[in-house]
């Protein structure tokens, strides 16, 4: 998958049509795959106040893009809206510019909407993505929940009865090297519809096998570009208590 194909088209009303606040749950026609679900930034941890949102298009036309909120005044989001090309990704950065006691514990929402490039906006598919604002960050011992686990001696350790410790399955360690071949040869082959490439159409893979095969630690890094403020959602208006000074 490419990683920042985005191209600006031409210029359009930045505040967008009036359309009301729906509930995330409302169905959308066209599937939205961004990542992650949500964002919690951390008053203590200031590496935590820009947070970045990967949005996907795996199919084969090209989407638009457009980000909302309910609380614009808070965030600073770069890349706001734009176009996402066939079998790419971006990263959306948003930045939280209003770090204060009292917004402790509040959820906010940025609203993605996708439609496909030409027709018509309502047609898209949108999905909400809470952010929540906390004082301090959680403690790795916090996080986890305190289980105790009966303890059970790991197979390699000698054994008086045996006298050696146990050796894995030939054949299971084979299973585990195959595996890690074929996903390495999958990572390395382009991808579908790549006209630069050289290798014949059939041994072309997928993006859904692509992100099948790569490891669960595989990131990208994060395109640093101009920024420009969140566009409120149309029709929503937020309590008092959200309200900014």
Same mark, same amino acid.
């Given at each position: 998958?490419?990683?920042?194909?985005?191209?600006?088209?031409?210029?359009? *009303?930045?505040?967008?049509?009036?359309?009301?606040?729906?509930? !995330? *749950?409302?169905?959308?026609? @066209?599937?939205?795959?961004?990542? !992650?679900?949500?964002?919690?930034?951390?008053?203590?941890?200031?590496?935590?106040?820009?947070?970045?949102l990967t949005l996907y298009n795996p199919f084969s036309? $090209?989407?638009?893009?457009?980000?909302?909120? @309910?609380?614009? %005044?808070?965030?600073?989001?770069?890349?706001?809206?734009?176009?996402?090309?066939?079998?790419?990704?971006?990263?959306?950065? @948003?930045?939280?510019?209003?770090?204060?006691?009292?917004?402790?514990?509040?959820?906010?929402?940025?609203?993605?909407?996708?439609?496909?490039?030409?027709?018509?906006?309502?047609?898209?598919?949108?999905?909400?993505?809470?952010? @929540?604002?906390?004082?301090?960050?959680?403690?790795?011992?916090?996080? %986890?929940?305190?289980?105790? %686990?009966?303890?059970?001696?790991?197979?390699?350790?000698?054994?008086?009865?045996?006298?050696?410790?146990?050796?894995?399955?030939?054949?299971?360690?084979?299973?585990?090297? &195959?595996?890690?071949?074929?996903?390495?040869?999958? &990572?390395?082959? !382009?991808?579908?519809?790549?006209?630069?490439?050289?290798?014949?159409?059939? &041994? =072309?893979?997928?993006?859904? =096998?692509?992100?099948?095969?790569?490891?669960? *630690?595989?990131?990208?890094?994060?395109? $640093?570009?101009?920024?420009?403020?969140?566009?409120?959602? !149309?029709?929503?208006?937020?309590?008092?208590? =959200? %309200?900014?000074?």
């Amino acid at each position: 998958m490419q990683r920042g194909s985005l191209a600006r088209g031409e210029d359009e *009303d930045r505040r967008g049509s009036a359309v009301p606040y729906s509930h !995330p *749950d409302q169905p959308s026609s @066209t599937p939205i795959f961004i990542f !992650p679900p949500k964002l919690d930034f951390y008053a203590d941890d200031q590496g935590s106040h820009k947070q970045v949102l990967t949005l996907y298009n795996p199919f084969s036309h $090209v989407l638009r893009f457009k980000v909302l909120c @309910t609380a614009p %005044l808070r965030y600073t989001v770069v890349e706001a809206e734009g176009l996402v090309k066939p079998n790419s990704c971006i990263d959306i950065v @948003t930045r939280h510019r209003d770090i204060r006691a009292r917004n402790y514990g509040t959820t906010d929402k940025f609203r993605i909407e996708v439609w496909e490039e030409g027709a018509s906006r309502g047609r898209g598919g949108r999905k909400d993505v809470p952010a @929540t604002l906390h004082g301090t960050k959680p403690q790795a011992a916090e996080r %986890l929940p305190q289980v105790s %686990l009966p303890w059970h001696p790991p197979s390699h350790v000698y054994s008086l009865r045996h006298g050696f410790p146990r050796t894995p399955s030939p054949w299971l360690f084979g299973l585990y090297m &195959l595996a890690g071949l074929v996903s390495m040869v999958i &990572l390395i082959l !382009p991808l579908h519809g790549d006209s630069r490439s050289l290798i014949h159409e059939n &041994l =072309q893979v997928s993006v859904v =096998q692509k992100l099948v095969a790569a490891p669960p *630690d595989y990131g990208f890094p994060a395109r $640093v570009t101009e920024p420009m403020a969140c566009t409120p959602i !149309p029709g929503y208006e937020p309590p008092r208590s =959200q %309200l900014c000074v």
